[in-house]
């Protein structure tokens, strides 16, 4: 399965590179004086059989599947562990390439039809530690557990403020890993994910209360 | 490729409309879980140690209202520095089963009937009362548990031992660590381990041996994991009877024949010996040499007595002892090579190398626990490698306060919150604390836990109370014990939060307030006292187990040995048991700061935690001008002892041809009396298994899946086979996790015991397998 998708996310990479190249050769030709050699514009049938192979996923970006609403359903609050929504081999360990492997950059896996989330902390890397699959639906005797409700969005402070951070960065420093890219949820993924320094404008909230004088 | 265009397109139309309900409806959620009423959706954070196992991770549990909703790892607890494992970061939900006890019960005409909790104490007291008068006070006991906060092993113990005046008081640790402590005390002759998590980041090379830390104890597996990340030439050797994650992880995976570590070990120190790598400046200052009595059988009769005799011997007579365990000799008897044998020798060897080890139930549950214990500080003694950072013989624990609240406390029948019954100074300074006469307190010793419910079962003990503990699943021959609960004229009291098997044999069920619902304090596995307050309140008439035994005891008459109130009793049991440990070499930290932290270090000296003992450089109790003072011993020297290789009790033979092994997954703690009611953890983990060898399995004519009978002398259990799972036993082994109660395998474990510990040894017996 590694081997599938680090094939094709490779495919994909390069799929890209052409479309850029190309894409950089023809504008440039566009400008060259007479004299460039012949046939350099015959190779752009490769983009079209590129274009065939490369799944409209990798191409466009996000697979839609990835929501808050399967985002909180894998959590029993917010901000526990999720659970694994798909096969892992049972035998796994420290052995670090396999989670890893997917959720470590994210890409896209062809056998799952879907974009890895990446992990916020890849250092940690006793997976099963705290993620494990489910294996059945059912429970042992029924639960009364209930929690909060999930921080809610568009908490900007006024019309078109950036908003605060609203979860607790123990385990989630990294912002790029779930705002950013096709893996990530889609109420969530910003729509500005080149900017790095994302606490620039983006602060936690760690109180609801105001400023009061003591004095 | 399996997406086509129409599907992307329809799922991607999914996903914008639900982005766009996002966008429409700030707040909208979406979330699995019921969601509270609270308006303010504001949760407060409030620190405590983990439920579970007795790596003492501290975590911060979310409250909204009067619940708890959410986890997070301390990140002001050094022990796990913000990071849990999937039972720490779903604790909370063990509180909120459906069916939680809210009620006491007490058994009528044979049925369960629910009482006012008041009714049913008094029924308790009353029926000790009738016990005492027509059986005498050594057929009343009390079973209880290293998941006992600190308080409630104390007052089992003054009301048992100080009051009613009997030493029928054990607690489930015995089943867990009780080879940990005999080891200590026969080596360095005080308990507990000398080093500290910190170890962790300054070892080169981690021996496990006989654990499986990637389930058990992934916490600080993994802060391992990440030294070995962080700094070159870290290794991990994983050293065991079967294949697990710990395995994987390892640098080298090394497996040997059941209860052959004790042959390891010796060959270990033969190889150190003969390349002169002792630590000869060291050993001289710091060691003596000793041996004990050899052939001392396994306990499995009643009334099986055994008492050690000591010699001391020379340093040739130690070497003459292990000429019998060369690396070749041991490789024949253990299935290690003589390579690796030599291997393991060179890295311990290696004056430029820091050795830690790691060990927990592999060498506790053992028919010869305490001797492997003294082997590896044998190890590490010759080598010098102990009480430096790095250098560390280390004796995990399975339970949050097996440590705390039973080695500490001292909830053994032998033992005292300070020294043993038999020794007239520690009844006296117990007698004197607790405020009760010397004559009190009895200076013989009773029953341990197997010897206990065989008393049980033969009748001399009409009367158990149990409280956190669920024996019903865990003890060894279990038929024997549930058979005997079961008997007429036997008086079982059950403390619990939820129904087991346990409660199923109860006459009367108490109701207990769990966890986070009650104050109280743990100790954890690196000598780490951790309080916790009362964050949320308990369902229904739920009641700490302290207070519980409080109510009983006024009940009995002792209101002057249980005068505090409700509101101020914690603190009070606190001070008044500290005075038990007032020396440097064990001194507690007071009430107040032990409030204020995420766990604080004993011995906690003039305001500072002690973080290697019997080294002068950070143990205030070492003699002054001494670099290391082993001070449990009275001429400040460790023992180093000729203990020899002496198989299990039960082996495989023709008949039963094959060794069953038994043990925990990460998912689950213990019977799952908690972590079965964690939606998470139960849909991970929903049934338990049996791990057989591929090969095993072909010849068995099973596949994965398929159902497998597992036979012994004592019983049988079917259920389904785990071929290449997670765990792979090698041929002639099978393994099965305990803690599932549909499949009790501890009706086919035997209970045999390391005859100096009394502990079970839950890991060896034989059993023959038939495709079901």
Redesign the interface.
Known sequence: MMNKRAKISTAVVMGFAAVCLSWTVVSMSAQAAPGVQEGFDWSGEKIYNRYNETPLQAMTGTDGTRTLNTFYERRQYPGSPPTIPHKVAKTFSGDTTKCISCHGRGGYDAELDAYAPVTPHPENENCFQCHVPVTTEKLFVETDWESVSPPKLGRSMMGGSPPPVPHSLQLREDCIACHTGPGAVAEIRVEHGSRGNCRQCHVPQVTTTTFERNN | ???N?RS?IK??????A??AA??IF???????????Q?PS???TWKKAPCRFCGTGCGVLV?V?GD?A?????D?NCSVNK?????KG??VV?AL?????LRTAQVRRGGKMVEVPISEALDIIAAKMKETIKQTGKDSVAMYGSGQWTIPDGYVASKLFKGCIGTNNVEANARLCMASAVTGFMTSFGIDEPMGCYEDIEHADVFVTWGNNM?EMH??L??RM??SR?RRKNVQIIDLATRS??????SDRSILFKPNTDLAVANAICYEIIRNDWVDWDFVKKHTTFHKGKTNIGYGTEDHFKFKDAPEDISFEEYKEFLSDYTPEKVEKISGVSALEIKYLASLYGDPSKKCTSFWCMGMNQHVRGTWINNLVYNIHLLTGKISTPGNSPFSLTGQPSACGTVREVGTLTHKLPHGVVMKEEHRKMAAEIWDVPLANIDPKPTYHTVEMFRALDRGDIRFIWIQVTNPMITMPNLNRYRNGALKDDRFIVVSDVYPTPTTDVADVILPAAMWVEQEGMFGNSERRTQHFDRIVPGPGETMSDTWQIIEVARRLGYEKQFPWGEDEYIGKIWEEYRRFHDSPKHNMAPYTVLKKRSGVQWPFVDGKETRWRFNSKYDPACKPGSDFDFYGKKDGKAWIWARPYEPAAESPDEEYDFWLNTGRV??HWHT?TMT???????????ESYVEIHPEDAMNLGVTNGEMVKIISRRGEVTMKASI???G?PPRGMVFVPFFDETYKINEVTLDAFCPISKQPDYKKCAVRLEKA
Not at chain 2, 11 to 16: E, T, Y
Not at chain 2, 96 to 100: E, I, N
Not at chain 2, 676 to 686: D, G, I, K, T
């Open positions: 490729m399996k997406l265009r992307f799922s991607a139309a999914a996903g914008s639900i982005a996002g966008s700030p707040g909208i959620s979406f979330a699995n879980w019921k969601e509270q609270d959706g504001q949760i979310g909204s619940r909703v959410a986890v997070k790892g990140p913000g990071l849990c494992c999937v970061f779903h939900q909120y089963g459906k069916d939680r990637a992934p916490v597996f993994s994991l990440a990340k697990t994650r710990s395995s994987q992880a990460i998912e799952g079965r009611r964690v939606p998470v953890l139960h849909r991970a983990v929903p290449n799972g997670r792979n």
